[in-house]
């Protein structure tokens, strides 16, 4: 399979930014996306299984949102993961004892 990379980094206002969402995730039920620009284009295929890596931050005055989708051909059935995606903050509950678990991502946050 040959090799193509297409890079791509711009501001741009919010409804710009769901425009472009929209157009992946229609691409993504499809199953193929293809990414163009400056008359070069990169096509892919999801299969029906990827992994889908999500890091969110804040720092000061300054917000992050990462998201990565990537796979190899055909592997497993996938497994559901506890995430959910909203523009609604949950009402955080305070417990005594924090978990060695919510310690480790509370260092990998910082």
């Known amino acids: 399979?040959?090799?193509?990379?297409?890079?791509?980094?711009?501001?741009?206002?919010?409804?710009?930014?769901v425009s472009y969402l929209?157009?992946?995730i229609a691409s993504i039920k499809t199953g193929k996306i293809?990414?163009?620009r400056n008359g070069?284009?990169?096509s892919l295929t999801p299969p029906n299984s990827v992994n889908?890596?999500?890091q969110a931050k804040t720092k000061k005055d300054k917000g992050?949102?990462?998201?990565?989708?990537?796979w190899r051909q055909e592997l497993e059935e996938p497994v559901k993961a506890?995430?959910?995606?909203?523009s609604n903050e949950p009402e955080i509950i305070e417990t005594g004892e924090a978990s060695e678990e919510s310690?480790?991502?509370e260092t990998a946050v910082e």
């Open 34 to 36: 293809v990414i163009e």
């Open 103 to 105: 310690q480790a991502d």
């Open 22 to 24: 929209e157009n992946l």
């Open 52 to 54: 889908l890596e999500l």
């Open 40 to 42: 070069r284009f990169v």
């Open 1 to 17: 399979m040959k090799e193509s990379k297409i890079s791509h980094n711009q501001h741009m206002k919010r409804e710009d930014l």
């Open 64 to 70: 992050e949102l990462s998201i990565e989708i990537s």
């Open 82 to 86: 506890p995430l959910n995606i909203s």
